[in-house]
Nanobody
Framework: QVQLVESGGGLVQAGGSLRLSCATSGRTFSTYTLGWFRQAPGKEREFVAAISRSGYGTFYENSVKGRFTISRDNAKNTMYLQMDSLKPEDTAVYYC?????????????????WGQGTQVTVSS
């Protein structure tokens, strides 16, 4: 099992940047495919980005491609989401997730563990 704790959310103006972190308490961090999801009020949870176990393979939801960067440091048991050029539509609660999929996946059902979420608010 792995426990995930997000941090780094906050309020930022449009065009600004934030870096989210997802720290784990387990020792099997490197065995999990990791992902970021977000959920805005009144909307369904949506995929943001995912990263392979090695950290080499990544993919992004189209709306964040080129603006967000997902990375992981397995030695530190931490995953990151660098968010640049933030837009008001990026406002949501961001969740990190871990799953046993061999490859990155954008499907929530393939993630077994979820963090508590961190709020990101982007003002106009």
């Amino acid at each position: 099992q792995v426990q995930l704790v997000e941090s780094g959310g906050g309020l930022v103006q449009a065009g600004g940047s934030l870096r989210l972190s997802c720290a784990t308490s387990g020792r099997t961090f490197s065995t999990y495919t990791l992902g970021w999801f977000r959920q805005a009020p009144g909307k369904e949870r949506e995929f943001v980005a995912a990263i392979s176990r090695s950290g080499y393979g990544t993919f992004y939801e189209n709306s964040v491609k080129g603006r967000f960067t997902i990375s992981r440091d397995n030695a530190k048991n931490t995953m990151y989401l660098q968010m640049d050029s933030l837009k008001p539509e990026d406002t949501a609660v961001y969740y990190c997730a871990a799953g046993t999929s061999v490859v990155p996946t954008n499907l929530p059902r393939n993630y077994d563990y979820w963090g508590q979420g961190t709020q990101v608010t982007v003002s106009s």
